[in-house]
């Protein structure tokens, strides 16, 4: 079993910054997997927002591209997300992937 706890996220005003962490334990080898961050707004379908391999490769969604940052720490079993000038569209509740494991989310709100 395999359990994946977000945080960093809260109530920010536009132009601020966040950065979410996301932890992960259990059965499992986490250098050797890649990790995603996910999120979902009110009333929208869970959309991808940037993703980054074992081997640190990164990708980004268009439009976090240029603001958002995905790293690893493999001796913390850790994925971060920073978020930078962010925006009131996104807002969302944020979810780590690893594998089939989701984590239970951790909620962003960016006020305008």
């Known amino acids: 079993q395999v359990q994946l706890v977000e945080s960093g996220g809260g109530l920010v005003q536009a132009g601020g910054s966040l950065r979410l962490s996301c932890a992960a334990s259990?059965?499992?080898?986490?250098?050797?997997?890649?990790v995603g961050w996910y999120r979902q707004a009110p009333g929208k379908q869970r959309e991808f927002v940037a993703r980054?391999?074992?081997?640190?490769?990164?990708n980004y969604a268009d439009s976090v591209k240029g603001r958002f940052t995905i790293s690893r720490d493999n001796a913390k079993n850790t994925v971060y997300l920073q978020m930078n000038s962010l925006k009131p569209e996104d807002t969302a509740v944020y979810y780590c992937?690893?594998?089939?494991?989701w984590g239970q989310g951790t909620q962003v709100t960016v006020s305008s």
């Open positions: 992937n690893l594998y089939v494991y």
């Open positions: 259990g059965r499992i080898i986490f250098s050797g997997n890649g």
């Open positions: 980054i391999t074992s081997s640190s490769s990164t």
